[in-house]
């Protein structure tokens, strides 16, 4: 059985402008577990409050998965991280050093004796703590193969019980990749007693093609994401390594438990949250994944799927558009149809969410799935509310400029003020920079709708910048003004948030 290990929520919130809050953790930690993954990737806990926090209530809140926080080969980093993950049901520490000669030289200024006693070192004071102990190699791809057996000899005779060989910059050839796991695992004494993960960016776009390459040679834990989100060109897609192992399982010969039908959902829900969509291509989850528009392909699709579908949508839990409540529905059915959908909500979430349901129920004819759940995303993305948008109005008509009022709240203080532009959105950003300074720049802007029909909820995703900073904002809503103003709020109140996180922990990782 091949171990699937998530870090979507620490390697992939990395990806930039996929940040994600606290509210937003939980909610993905809990479909992480309900898709049955054996492993997640919470956090790196000594990176800053924030972080040691949602590490923290994702390991009290998950029951069934491991629950890991990464640290450096730092006694200060392990402390923290199991301090985080001390009340998960299933803890684990992850410690990683550098291996390869360019980072040993140029990054921590060590020998390879130097590195050894560091790596034993990490692993022993984490196995005060917990008997699960990961230890990586970071850059291992660009290490030799009799240094990386000393390290990991060493640490296993230290305690390790998961051992990662990571392609940390993607440099690796799937070829090269097999016979690179295959050398470590036949020249580490010990390496037959623990787990071999592997930890594979996609930076030539071959992640998911080496961790099964690594499948092949013996390794028994995968490292990836949902999405392959992750930083650079992203991880291994989580979805594409568990498809592939399941359609060609006559390659593999091996499992997981991943609920494979959870995957959908796993997809969409991230997408909601971090507003990065997939391209429409992508496979197992994009929008095209099962189309077919060739009229050979539809004939003979039509007479026997498996023509052109090595998979079926149900198996990875694609369905269609479902109508679920109306503006006669009680807060009970939103609450059940809710937890159907794989949300957990407490009582001031749930009355949060009915009284926009009800609201959204009166304008529109139908609800779908889609719009519950873009009202649960609007409720956690909101989570820090620094700024509240109170009302807008606009005046646009041909030939002439648009005008558009904003009135925000901030705290106690509220603030009004007119912009005007080529259009309605284009006048409300020119208030919203008044409202927050001509130094915030918008970098990106695009409008999704939600559900289908004249009446479907809009999802507004935008990019803001702020110096070298960037932050990404999401705005739901079946008026494509509002919803853009709510983007660009909601974005504000994420700069407000993560700039806590960072003051919160001032030093670089």
Known sequence: ????????????????????????KLQMARQLERMNVDIIEAGFAISSKGDFESVKRIAQTVE?????????????????????????????????LATSPIHLQYKLKMTEEQAIERAVAAVKHAKQYCHDVEFSAEDATRSSVEFLA??????????????????????ADPFEYYEFIKAVK???????????????????????????????????????????????????????????????????????????T???????????ITGAKVQANKAIVGV???????????????????????????????????????????????KDKLSDLGYTVTDEELNSIFDRFKALADEKKIVYDQDLEALVIRDMSNMINEYELVDYSTATSEGKESKTIIKITKGDEVLEIVGSGKGPIDAAFDALGKIFGSEIKLEDFSIYSVTKGKDALGETSLKLSKGERTFTGKGISNDIIKSSILAYVNAMNHLEYFTERIHAHGEEN
Request: glycine share 8%.
């Open 1 to 24: 059985m091949i171990k699937i290990f998530d870090t979507t929520l620490r390697d992939g919130e990395q990806s930039p402008g996929c940040s994600m809050n606290l509210n937003e």
């Open 64 to 96: 069934k998965p491991v629950v890991a926080s990464l640290a450096r080969a730092l006694e200060k980093d392990i402390d923290a991280a199991w301090r985080a993950v001390k009340d998960a049901n299933r803890p684990r520490i992850h410690t990683f």
């Open 150 to 171: 000393k390290v990991f000899e060493a640490v296993i005779e230290a305690g390790a019980t998961v051992i990662n060989i990571p392609d940390t910059v993607g440099y």
């Open 186 to 260: 036949e020249n580490t004494r010990g390496m037959e007693n623990v787990d071999i993960s592997v930890h594979c960016h996609n930076d030539l776009g071959l992640a998911v093609a080496n961790s099964l390459a690594a499948i092949r040679a013996g390794a028994t834990q995968v490292e990836c994401t949902v999405n392959g989100i992750g930083e650079r060109a992203g991880n291994a897609a989580m979805e594409e390594v568990v498809m592939g192992l399941k359609v060609r399982h006559d390659i593999y010969k091996v499992d997981t438990n991943i609920v494979t």
């Open 262 to 272: 959870e995957i959908m959902r796993s997809s969409n829900l991230l997408q909601t």
């Open 288 to 334: 095209n994944a099962f189309a077919h528009e060739s009229g050979i392909h539809q004939h003979g699709v039509l007479a026997n799927k498996e023509t052109y579908e090595i998979m079926t949508p149900e198996s990875v839990g694609l369905t269609k558009n479902n109508m679920v409540l109306g503006k006669h529905s009680g807060k009970h059915a939103l």
